[in-house]
């Protein structure tokens, strides 16, 4: 396949899984990690979780020493990695030989150079489609080499965070949620504690009357205390519970007659 001229105006086409295109990065080009500079990284939580242990960080310290908080458009906290205060505005943890935490680095990452153009009629239907970008400076797009977009995919090590994304998007993709713009602080912390900062909120569940209210089984508490993603996807059930109304967990019964009994139901 010819060469493109890094300047030239790509033609916007959208890929299907058995879909080819042209890219491969290495050390050997010009513009070797360029894509790791003056760029909004917004973080999942799930990218949260494979870089602060890769770092050995709390979710905490974390958050407090690589990331920044904002409140998006349906009033609920985002992510974005923090970067390096310098002209570059590097990412604190790109090197001249890469990523220094390349098997946790994150979704936004990986995935590049593509982008996706998913739809929610399409992921309802399990299928992803994604477009791939116009980086003018990337000589990584003009490479030789082919390669279709579901081995990219696979190479790329994106299905788990397509599965852990799913579980987010139950909550940020809500109707409900973005017709009605969230602007109860509490709110906010709470789903901040739970989508980000999910070391503190293990304390929360394990230390405070939480596990008095609900019922939540032995062997789901023990998984908790040590796992991660168990405690991630407990957390985004304990959101539907408390944002979306949804019946996922379950008040303990005598916590349910208490209730009752406060508001004149029998």
């Not at 349906?74 to 992510?79: F, H, K, M, S």
């Not at 205060?85 to 990986?110: M, Q």
Request: net charge negative; aromatic share 10%.
């Amino acid at each position: 396949m010819g060469m493109v001229a890094p300047n030239e105006k790509k033609r916007f086409t959208v890929l299907g899984p058995e879909d080819v295109f042209q890219f491969e990065c290495h050390p050997g080009l010009g513009c070797f990690t360029r894509c790791c500079r003056d760029i909004t990284i917004f973080l999942t939580p799930y990218d949260i979780i494979r870089m602060k242990n890769a770092l050995h960080l709390s979710s905490g310290d974390f958050l407090a020493a690589y990331a920044v908080t904002m409140i998006g458009d349906t009033g609920l906290p985002v992510v974005i990695l923090k970067m390096l205060e310098n002209d570059e505005k590097a990412c604190p943890f790109v090197t001249n030989r890469g990523c220094r935490l390349y098997p946790d680095r994150p979704w936004a990452c990986r995935i590049y150079p593509l982008q996706p153009e998913s739809t929610k009629i399409t992921e309802k239907a399990g299928t992803a489609y994604y477009s791939v970008m116009d980086v003018d400076f990337c000589r990584g797009l003009v490479s030789d080499k082919i390669q279709s977009l579901s081995d990219w995919i696979g190479q790329q090590g994106i299905p788990v965070y397509h599965e852990m994304e799913a579980l987010f998007k139950k909550i940020t993709t809500n109707d409900r949620l973005i017709q009605e713009k969230i602007t109860n602080k509490k709110i906010q912390e709470m789903y901040y504690m739970a989508c980000y900062d999910l070391d503190r909120f293990r304390r929360f569940v394990l230390e405070s009357t939480f596990l008095d209210r609900f019922e939540v089984s032995p062997e789901a508490i023990e998984q908790m205390k040590t796992d991660d993603v168990a405690l991630y996807r407990f957390a985004i059930q304990w959101l539907e519970y408390g944002l979306l109304g949804q019946h996922v967990l379950r008040v303990k019964p005598d916590v349910m007659a208490a209730q009752k009994q406060e508001m004149g139901i029998e």
